[in-house]
């Protein structure tokens, strides 16, 4: 399938495409004769998976530096922990998770001290 179409299946544009296969999250698919990229279904899933990924907070270098294990990916879902190309991802995960628990204290921390300029009572928080 070409560019548009693939984009399409995997819920983003061709301009993502484009920017994982430039970050090298992405290997460069066939091309056809006039020069047009040709994605497959699996290509279609890694995508789908570079994408939750993105979603759950890492970062395209954090994506990057297990790139080279998403083809052990079955499908389009994660692998339970321990499965197939989660060794290394672990420590990037622990790392993501440390800085997004540093980031929710920040947070918390923040809305305590607006909450106490405002004279917010605490009890009001949402959840």
């Known amino acids: 399938m070409r560019i548009g179409d693939a984009a399409a299946a995997a819920g983003t544009t ?10 090298g999250l992405l290997s ?15 290509e279609v899933s890694r995508v789908r998976i570079i994408r939750e990924l993105l979603s759950l907070g890492l970062t395209v270098e954090d994506v990057r530096g297990c790139a080279d294990r998403l083809q052990l990916l079955d ?8 499965g ?12 993501r998770l440390a800085a997004l628990d540093a980031e929710i204290t920040r947070l918390s921390r923040v809305r305590e001290q607006l ?13």
């Not at 499908?75 to 321990?82: A, E, F, I, W």
Request: aromatic share 6%; glycine share 12%.
């Open 14 to 23: 061709p301009r993502a495409l484009r920017f994982y296969e430039q970050r």
């Open 28 to 42: 460069p698919p066939p091309r056809t004769a006039t020069g047009q990229r040709e994605y497959g279904q699996r």
């Open 75 to 82: 499908g389009d879902t994660l692998p339970p922990r321990g």
């Open 84 to 95: 197939p190309g989660c060794s290394m991802a672990s420590g990037v995960v622990r790392r």
């Open 115 to 127: 909450a106490a300029r405002a004279g917010v009572e605490e009890d009001t928080k949402t959840a």
